[in-house]
């Protein structure tokens, strides 16, 4: 059995009716919207977060309707976030086909991700529990206070490794702690468990983003995104961060590319085997270790389990990916 079947086997029928349900639950009548929600849905990812949700609510007890509610609001969330994402960043591609905002335009995408984002409060109401409507507000928020916290990063040159966490705190690790929680919260969990699980999706949060990160430095066309992209929108992330801050007799070269946003295609190319050869990704991949063990142990906290297996089988695959 290939291993996301093995991950998805003890959710198996709750996730299907999760996918069932995400599809129709933003679904329009109207023409230019629902073609651009078909054009997202032919194009999304894996759909890891209501896993987390679904598998984090099993291991504390089952899936409830609260359950399916919670993974399909969160996944409206993010969803709409990407399309937003995608307008800031001016994002021209993402999984190798056109973005939203590139197919059609900045106006069409802004009222999708709206739309979207709207559907998610209404799904947040189905939930029945405040204390879950709480977290996903204060997420939503948090989303957004990420994504200017990044602007200014990437504004001001800003090049240390405590900003970076801070914006991968906001912008993944808040959202991904936010499935666990809900997920466990949704179960009815005691307050210990929820507490775990909050722990655990945060550390994982920090895995996924860092691993995205250090995608950014090779050349795989199924990622879907071009080598060095983040540094042609002037996000310095941990692998070029680590390299900046050893003592290297080229490194205010590097220092002055960085500062002055000259990235031609030549520059991009001398940065990230800058970063390479000063081991920036074995750097970013022992941090991400780091909290992929910090992850597991607060999973060994819950009750073996069938879902158990498959969150710590899910922690390993999102260090392990190749995309």
Do not use: W
Not at 104 to 130: A, E, K, M, P
Not at 158 to 164: P, Q
Not at 189 to 197: K, R, S
Request: a negative charge; hydrophobic letters at 40%.
């Amino acid at each position: 059995m290939e291993l996301r079947k093995r991950i998805e086997q003890p959710v198996v029928a709750e996730f299907k009716r999760f996918n069932d349900e995400f599809v129709s639950s933003i679904s329009s009548d109207t023409l230019k919207l629902q073609s651009a929600i078909d054009r997202i849905m032919s194009s999304s990812g894996k759909h890891i977060r209501p896993l987390l949700v679904l598998l984090t609510a099993k291991a504390c007890g089952n899936v409830t309707d609260k359950t399916i509610n919670s993974s399909i609001l969160l996944e409206q969330l993010h969803t709409a976030t990407l399309v937003h994402d995608d307008v800031i960043d001016e994002t021209k591609e993402r999984r190798g086909k056109p973005s939203l905002n590139a197919f059609f335009d900045n106006r069409v995408s802004v009222l999708v991700g709206d739309y979207i984002l709207s559907s998610s409060l209404i799904r947040s109401i189905q939930t029945g529990d405040l204390r879950i409507m709480k977290i996903v507000s204060e997420l939503g928020r948090a989303l957004s206070e990420g994504e200017l916290r990044q602007l200014e990063v990437v504004e001001d040159t800003i090049l240390d490794e405590e900003s970076y966490l801070q914006v991968i705190h906001k912008k993944t690790a808040m959202l991904m702690s936010a499935c666990t929680e809900v997920g466990a919260i949704s179960a009815e969990a005691t307050d210990e468990q929820i507490a775990i699980c909050r722990q655990f999706g945060e550390y994982l949060g920090y895995c996924f983003q860092i691993k995205d990160d250090i995608f950014d430095y090779f050349s795989n066309a199924d990622i879907g995104k071009p080598t060095g992209n983040d540094i042609i929108e002037g996000k310095v992330t941990l692998p070029l961060l680590y390299a900046l801050h050893r003592d290297g007799t080229n490194k205010h070269y590097y220092l002055e590319l960085i500062y002055n946003k000259d990235f031609t295609s030549q520059h991009i190319e001398e940065l990230i085997t800058f970063a390479k050869v000063n081991g920036g990704i074995e750097y970013a991949e022992r941090r991400m270790k780091e909290y992929h063990d910090k992850a597991v142990e607060f999973l060994y906290k819950l009750p073996p389990s069938d879902a158990r297996e498959s969150l710590l089988l899910l922690a390993d695959y999102i260090i392990d990916r190749d995309k």
